[in-house]
């Protein structure tokens, strides 16, 4: 506020200064005027007194007098004449010549002199005051709205600037004060919102918080009772206090029942920590399927070639699905992927048609070594089969691939035969 403060300032000493500029050079040309003006009415006078001497022989006694003879009303800027002739003595020409004050002129005859007093100074003031009005007005004016504008909008405006720190900085159970700016109402509604749906999502994540904690809390004290058990089985069996097999039949088969137990505290544990722990945000629209694989085709068909991999891509005529184009170009990558990762690098094949109501696309690997029974799993987080050797990866990407279409109203499955083909099958929605 201070630069602005600073601004109207310096906004009015240049309004100030240019008033005094405009005044200077208006009462500069009204003095040129004036001067041409009283000195074309003296030259009359001039013209005036010599005739009135020729007809009347004699001087002119006043300005009044001459004016009557003349036929005028006036001389402008005139206000007084006197006159003295040639052979008159000191005193008269004493008394002529003596300065009142009056700016004068003299103009002499062959017999007479004459004493012309005029006003030289501003008494017509009807330029000044025109100038210094439209100025005065103009300068309101721009000031009125200046001012305006600094108390109606910047102020205001500068009282919220520290709204979206205090929302960053967390300080959110404070409601906004109302205030009387009109312009700001719907500003200030929205942020109140705002801070309201921050405040909410806030105490939801600290609710859901406490409860992972609380939940871990209880499944690790839970965990004590299975493994204290163990620990005694495993201590029983080492001093070989049962001598009986069936006995040690027993102990073995409550060790593996305490195990489950664990087994499954453990699962609950890791569900409890991994919740909610991606973002599976999609934007559903209508896209053409056609698109997506031309990206997919263009991003691979280079790459399979330096990976000396048979890349063979069929699709059937375009057609718009129901999908997030984004999305789906990352499901489809991620399957490619896996192919090129887990496969034996011989081939890879695409194969996208339309059935019904539904888009179908079909990746094809050769060199699935993935075990039958591990097939289940393979969409399960943080899975990985006995395939994948020391290839590196975190077992999320499947587990990404089925939860991004499910969110889009699709599915996707696989499948290995007895050739060792995998097949992975995206289904997505026909409009």
């Known amino acids: 506020m201070k630069n602005i403060n600073w601004l109207l300032g310096k906004l009015f000493l240049l309004f100030l200064a240019l008033l005094i500029c405009v ?18 009415s003296i030259n009359r006078i001039s013209h005036d007194v010599q005739r009135f001497e020729e007809e009347k022989k004699r001087a002119a006694a006043n300005l009044l007098e001459l004016m009557d003879f003349a036929g005028v009303d006036n001389y402008g800027q005139i206000t007084g004449m006197f006159s003295i002739g040639r052979g008159d003595g000191p005193k008269e020409k004493e008394r002529f010549w003596k300065n009142y004050g009056a700016d004068y002129a003299v103009v002499a005859t062959d017999e007479y002199y004459y004493k012309i007093t005029y006003v030289s100074g501003n008494e017509n003031k009807e330029l000044f005051l025109w100038i210094n009005g439209t100025a005065a007005m103009f300068v309101a004016a721009v000031l009125c709205v200046l001012l305006y504008i600094r108390f109606e909008i910047l102020r205001p405006f500068h009282q919220f600037s520290q709204l ?3 929302l960053s900085k967390g300080n959110l159970t404070v409601p906004l004060q109302e205030n009387k700016y009109r312009l700001f109402g719907r500003f200030l509604w929205g942020m109140d919102l705002l801070r309201e749906h921050l405040e909410e999502q806030k105490q939801r994540e600290l609710k859901l918080q406490r409860e992972k904690k609380l939940l871990l809390l209880s499944l690790s004290h839970d965990l004590k009772t299975p493994l204290s058990a163990i620990k005694l089985y495993a201590r029983a069996l080492g001093r070989n206090l049962y001598k009986n097999e069936e006995k040690n039949q027993e102990i073995a088969e409550h060790i593996n029942q305490k195990a489950d137990e664990i087994e499954k505290y453990i699962s609950e544990i890791v569900r409890a920590s991994n919740e909610d722990f991606l973002d599976f945000q999609v934007q559903n629209q209508e896209i053409y399927i056609g698109k997506v694989l031309e990206e997919i085709r263009a991003y691979y068909q280079e790459k399979m070639v330096l990976n000396q991999i048979d890349f063979r891509m069929e699709t059937s005529r375009n057609c718009l699905v129901y999908a997030d184009f984004d999305r789906l170009v990352e499901v489809i990558q991620n399957v490619v992927e896996n192919a090129i990762k887990y496969g034996d690098g011989v081939w890879i094949e695409i194969d996208a048609c339309r059935q019904d109501e539904e888009y179908f696309i079909k990746i094809r690997n050769s060199g699935s070594q993935l075990a039958p029974k591990e097939l289940p799993h393979i969409f399960d987080s943080f899975f990985r089969g006995s395939n994948v050797e020391k290839q590196a990866g975190s077992g999320l990407g499947l587990y990404i691939c089925r939860q991004l279409m499910h969110r889009m109203e699709g599915e996707i499955t696989a499948a290995v035969d007895e050739k060792d083909i995998m097949t992975v099958v995206v289904a997505l929605r026909v409009l």
Do not use: C, D, F, I
């Open 23 to 40: 005044n200077l050079l208006a009462w500069k040309y009204q003095g040129k005027t004036e001067s041409r003006m009283h000195k074309v």
């Open 164 to 166: 979206p720190y205090q």
